[in-house]
């Protein structure tokens, strides 16, 4: 697996990974805490690099990933733990879409392959700033829109109860899951060099309609507990 340079960790993973953990603490309506997901963001993109190093098997980089996510979402920026399975699912899926789409479009208009992207730290860093400045723009839209798939502190007081919850999460987690299965497969397209226009769009459009999926599943449900708790009130 590619062996990541120092300079790339530093100004590409590090602001990488500080908007995957403010995109995954907005979309599940929480409060971003710029500090610690700064520290979140070190501890990851380090982590990723020392993993890159000694997991040979593309896409096991990956699923290492996501669960280092869920973990830092769950245990350090006090996420519950299944609020940090969908911010990891969801954070580490639109990555991977946005990457996937912007750079191999960027690396096709300059003819140059991702083997030989990696191997030029100019071009490793530099070409992927497009997709991450758009995932910015994305997550600064939901953050101060509250454009929240479920909801959060920033928007209610109202917890979840968790006897209620298993359910949804096993949906949601299924949803999820068979989409960033789709999108590491057209990742490990675009590292082959098999760029394929057709699986990029049906990842695409998959994930949108997830995205309006779940938000319509969320909602229906935030509505049946608020019917329920004011008929239990009465």
Do not use: C
Request: aromatic share 16%.
């Amino acid at each position: 697996m590619d062996k990541m340079p120092l300079i790339a960790v530093l100004f590409q993973s590090v602001p990488e990974e500080i908007i995957v953990y403010s995109f995954g603490m907005a979309v599940v309506g929480e409060y971003i805490n710029i500090k610690k997901i700064t520290i979140a963001a070190l501890i990851t993109a380090f982590a990723m690099m020392f993993v890159r190093w000694f997991i040979p098997y593309f896409g096991l980089h990956s699923i290492v990933g996501m669960l280092i996510l869920f973990i830092l979402f769950w245990r350090y920026l006090g996420l519950e733990a299944w609020k940090a399975i969908i911010s990891s699912l969801l954070s580490l899926t639109a990555l991977i879409l946005l990457d996937d789409f912007i750079l191999q479009a960027i690396l096709n208009l300059k003819h140059i392959t991702l083997t030989e992207g990696f191997q030029n730290n100019f071009i490793r860093i530099t070409y992927t700033y497009p997709h991450l400045v758009v995932f910015g723009l994305i997550t600064w839209i939901i953050y101060y829109k509250k454009w929240f798939l479920i909801k959060g502190s920033r928007v209610s007081n109202i917890e979840y109860t968790k006897e209620k919850m298993k359910e949804p999460l096993i949906l949601t987690t299924i949803v999820l899951s068979q989409g960033i299965i789709l999108v590491i497969l057209n990742m490990y397209f675009g590292y082959i060099n098999k760029y394929s226009l057709i699986t990029k769009l049906l990842s695409l459009i998959y994930f949108s309609l997830s995205i309006i999926f779940l938000k319509y599943f969320w909602s229906l449900k935030d509505e049946v507990d608020e019917l329920t708790r004011n008929t239990e009130m009465y």
